[in-house]
């Protein structure tokens, strides 16, 4: 095998690697973007704000 071609296979791995790392970064930043706003809610509904909290957490 060609260094060329050794080098273009690495890199088409690493982008590949890229790739899925995003993705995963991705899902991990939506999820606790959800549990920050269930806990702003939570907080709120504490409080006595139970339709703020509702229009929160239906916000989205």
Known sequence: MSA???YKHTCHF???LE???LRTFN???G???RIQTANKAA???AR???E???ALMLQG
């Open 4 to 6: 060329i071609a050794l």
């Open 14 to 16: 690493c982008e590949a």
């Open 19 to 21: 790739r899925a790392a």
């Open 27 to 29: 899902a991990i930043e």
């Open 31 to 33: 999820f606790l973007s």
């Open 43 to 45: 907080a709120m509904a």
């Open 48 to 50: 006595g704000d139970h």
């Open 52 to 54: 703020q909290a509702k």
